[in-house]
Every structure is written in structure tokens, then in C-alpha cells.
């Protein structure tokens, strides 16, 4: 049976959070319109989903634990950088949007069981 999600899932929204966060708080703070902010947020975030998960699963992160524990260690700094640098440069945090990215890794999996 498959699980419903993984850390590999759940890896990928850390990155997809920095993605959303950064791609619409930077415009909002440059005077752009909501709407610039908003496809801004989607261009980005989406764009580094693709890319992340490409790497999360790829059959070199995957053969190995070892290389699986790199990869998410490597993730959590990244995550924790952006977010250092969001919080001293742009006074905006990425927990929530990390929470968001959560909220649809779990509630998208459970709505596809029904």
C-alpha cells in the first residue's frame, strides 16, 4: 500500500513555501500590483516545487539514505536561511506560507482518497 504522504512530500514544501513566500512578499515590498504579486507568488513557488522535486526524487537522493538525510538537512538550511533573510531584510515570515504548503500536502492527499 502506498503511503498517503512521506518526508520526500513533505521536503518539497519547505522549498515550495520559500518559493510562494519570497515570490509575493519581494514584489509586494518593490510597489507591485496584487495581481503582479500574486502571479509572481505562482511563477516562483510552482517553479521551485518542479525543481525541488526533481532532486527529492531523483534515483540519486533515493538510492541512499545517506543521500536522502543530506538532501533534507541541505532543505532545512536553505528553509532557514530564507527565512532569516525574509525576517531581517523584509519583515515578513515564511512559517505561514509553510503551513500552507503543509496543509495541502495532507488535506490534497486525504480529498483524493474520497
Known sequence: M???FTIDD???AFISAL???FGY????????SQL???VSCFALGIALE???SKIVFSKTV?????NRIFTYV???LVFLLAEFVSMRLLGASLVEDLEEEFVWVVVLQFSVLW
Open 2 to 4: 502506498k503511503k498517503l
Open 10 to 12: 513533505f521536503m518539497v
Open 19 to 21: 518559493g510562494y513566500g
Open 25 to 32: 512578499t519581494i514584489p509586494m515590498h518593490l510597489g507591485w
Open 36 to 38: 503582479a504579486c500574486m
Open 50 to 52: 518542479e525543481l525541488i
Open 62 to 66: 533515493q538510492q541512499k539514505t545517506v
Open 74 to 76: 541541505a532543505i532545512l
